[in-house]
């Protein structure tokens, strides 16, 4: 970040100008002054904020406060699909120190309030998706039309921010306390869920709704009648004896999401305590100031860093997988194939028909479970179309296109087949030669396995080049993450036919090798092993528990266990023991959890089963600090092994399957930058992972 006379600049910036308009409307007495904000790009590149285009916001005003005679009032809108998304995040690794910072977040204060201070009605016409400082310009204006196809929402706390341009005063003390709350942290911390224009608008959040065909036109014509009176808008008053309970509830959302360890999620939730206040004069200028002391201490902070580095990973290097084969090798795929018409099974069939659109046919043993797993599609469909999300004549299109049979014949025409049958690699074996027999040269086969060999699976082939992994993780429409695996044999053809179908399903593609586990599997496993470990030899559940909250993790270990089922988790556990038994053991108390059938270690919230304390009754317990330590420190042996052996291009590759296959937490880093800033990383392995200024402050 350079000055400039005092100003602060970003290098690089793409700078947002804002045109000025003076438009002269029927039924309106003096002139109206449109501001179009927009970078110059197409809606592939939003509008943001850094201080280039926060100056030509300023100046704009400038021109209006100028011009004469005064305009009747002011508008701001956005380029075709895009209001605006808030501040410039690419320049934030060139501010260097806190006064940059700072001033970054009084600028963005003093040029919107302009808007709010306004003399002149000021009116937001959000156009388009608008996030972050988008919607806080938004919120600053004293009307708001919203276009049916926008979306709004406040992504800061799950970055590791705060809105800090005046969200977190201004939006409680619009819509109320609880829906403040859920917009800004409960939504955030949900892998930044967005808020749809009809939602926004029921909240209160915009004051009107129009379609996106003539939005424009709709909204001046709008702010025409409200300007005369003929519309009024009303806002209920805001209920301040509900905030101390809504704050609570937020306090508890985030204890529950990120341990208390997300600085934005915990600062977002003091910033809303102080919004009680109001937002007149001296109560939102001191509401303002400590939105400017949280920004500026969160932008130099190693967990901001960390999180624009993982925003950085599935933004960009997720787009361009580091290693794939050329794209213009990839075969055409006009029918998919699935073995196995199971839950994991049928979810992949309605990903491959949802997003291909293209005939898929799923087989099994008997007629039952086939007819079982093309009704589950046909159910998921129904959904859809229930929601709005297909009209009829789609859903009885991509109906038609899932069929199911008891013969493999009918992959005789499928450029793809995936199996996803039991574990056990004859039985995988096994399919692949019957599947082998019946398919083209060309057709690619594919194994979701979890944790066997992709290369041996393909050995008994004639064609074992044609074989890849496409290891997707449950639920398969939910989580983002496709490890590709690339085995001994794999052809660049096949390969790339993989990425390219990933990429069509609207999955981030990170290419691994064929190694025991592959990525996330491999260090989950290692990390639960460490924990149950500690809990076998006598630490309290509820210790080993809290030990990683440190991580603000989604989940803690125990939860994890019983969300990937115990009998999954064993089975990996076992064939990572087979792999590395001196790195992976394989608990008694795991298996009794198998064995007794449970589906968790717990008989209610926090009791462990009765049932299951004589397997966790060792005699020496561990310390929160010492659990912590280990798990740790097993996580930075295990990535640092995982590096040497090859089986991703690059430690930002874990970074990112941790991040998209594990929901861990920007703000953390993936994983590899929190090793680097707790100095893990040097003890355990003699230096970091990352080079310093990568996911942390300049070195």
Not at 91 to 120: N, Q
Not at 244 to 267: F, K, L, Q, W, Y
Not at 379 to 391: F, I
Not at 571 to 592: C, I, Q, S, T
């Amino acid at each position: 970040m350079t000055s400039t006379q005092g100003k602060a600049t970003f290098e690089n910036e793409v700078v947002t100008e804002a045109k000025v308009r003076y438009l002269s409307l029927p039924g309106l007495s003096g002139e109206f002054a449109l501001i179009t904000i927009d970078n110059g790009h197409d809606h592939t590149r939003p509008s943001t904020f850094g201080p280039g285009g926060l100056a030509s916001l300023d100046a704009a005003l400038d021109e209006i406060a100028a011009h004469s005679p005064a305009p009747a009032a002011i508008g701001v809108t956005g380029k075709p699909f895009i209001f605006a998304v808030g501040a410039d995040l690419s320049g934030v690794p060139s501010v260097t120190d806190a006064s940059a910072a700072r001033e970054i977040a009084e600028t963005g204060h003093r040029v919107f309030r302009r808007l709010k201070d306004s003399s002149v009605p000021t009116f937001a016409f959000v156009n388009g998706v608008a996030l972050g400082g988008g919607l806080e310009l938004a919120l600053h204006c004293h009307y708001r039309t919203i276009s049916g196809g926008a979306a709004v929402a406040f992504p800061e706390a799950f970055l590791g921010l705060v809105p800090g341009w005046g969200g977190t005063q201004l939006l409680p003390n619009l819509i109320g306390i609880d829906a403040a709350v859920t917009v800004i942290v409960e939504n955030a911390l949900a892998q930044n869920k967005m808020t749809p224009a009809p939602k926004a608008a029921k909240l209160g959040i915009a004051d009107a709704l129009f379609e996106p065909a003539d939005f424009l036109e709709r909204s001046l014509e709008w702010a025409v009648s409200v300007l005369g009176g003929s519309v009024t808008v009303d806002r209920p008053e805001v209920d301040r004896a509900a905030w101390d309970e809504a704050i609570t509830r937020a306090r508890g959302v985030v204890a529950a999401r990120t341990r208390n360890a997300s600085p934005g999620a915990v600062r977002s939730v003091d910033l809303l305590e102080l919004a009680k206040a109001g937002v007149e004069g001296e109560a939102f200028t001191a509401g303002t100031a400590a939105e400017d002391d949280a920004l500026t201490e969160l932008l130099m902070s190693d967990p901001l860093r960390a999180s624009l580095y993982s925003f950085d990973l599935v933004n960009k290097r997720a787009k361009r997988p580091a290693g794939a084969p050329d794209k213009s090798l990839a075969r055409k795929v006009t029918k998919v194939g699935v073995v196995g018409a199971g839950l994991m099974a049928s979810q992949l069939a309605m990903l491959f028909v949802r997003q291909l659109k293209v005939p898929v046919v799923l087989t099994d043993i008997d007629q039952a479970r086939v007819d079982k797993g093309v009704a589950y599609v046909h159910g998921e469909l129904d959904k859809l179309a229930l929601r709005g999300r297909l009209n009829q004549d789609k859903l009885n299109q991509l109906k038609a296109l899932v069929t199911g049979s008891l013969s493999k014949d009918v992959f005789a025409d499928a450029d793809l087949v995936i199996e996803a049958v039991f574990e056990e690699m004859s039985v995988k074996q096994q399919v692949f030669r019957e599947v082998e027999a019946i398919v083209s040269p060309e057709c690619v086969l594919a194994t979701n396995t979890s944790a066997l060999s992709v290369t041996e699976m393909a050995s008994k082939l004639e064609h074992p080049e044609r074989v890849v992994g496409l290891h997707f993780f449950n639920p398969v429409a939910v989580l983002p993450l496709l490890e590709v695996v690339r085995a001994e044999q794999t052809d660049d053809a096949s390969l790339a036919t993989a990425f390219a179908v990933g990429k069509s399903l609207k999955k981030s593609c990170v290419l691994v090798a064929d190694a025991p586990a592959f990525v996330v599997n491999r260090l989950l496993t290692r990390f639960l092993g460490e924990v149950t470990a500690a809990v076998e030899q006598g630490t309290p559940v509820e210790v080993a528990e809290r030990a990683l909250d440190p991580l603000g993790l989604p989940m803690t270990p125990f939860e994890l266990l019983s969300l990937v089922g115990p009998a999954v988790a064993l089975h990996v556990a076992e064939r990572m023991h087979e792999a590395f038994p001196d790195r992976f053991a394989v608990g008694e108390g795991l298996r009794k959890v198998v064995e007794l059938g449970k589906a968790s270690v717990f008989s209610e919230p926090g009791v462990v089963d009765p049932e299951l304390v004589d397997a966790f009754a060792g005699d020496s317990p561990l310390t929160e600090q010492q659990v912590h330590d280990r798990a740790v420190e097993a996580l930075a042996q295990e990535i640092r092994l995982m590096l040497d052996e090859g089986v991703v291009q690059a430690a930002q590759d874990i970074d990112l399957c941790m991040i998209l296959g594990a929901g861990w937490p920007f703000w953390l880093g993936g994983i590899t930058a929190y090793l680097d800033r707790t100095g893990v990383s040097e003890r355990v392995t003699g230096s970091r992972f990352l080079p310093k200024g990568v996911a942390s402050l300049p070195a």
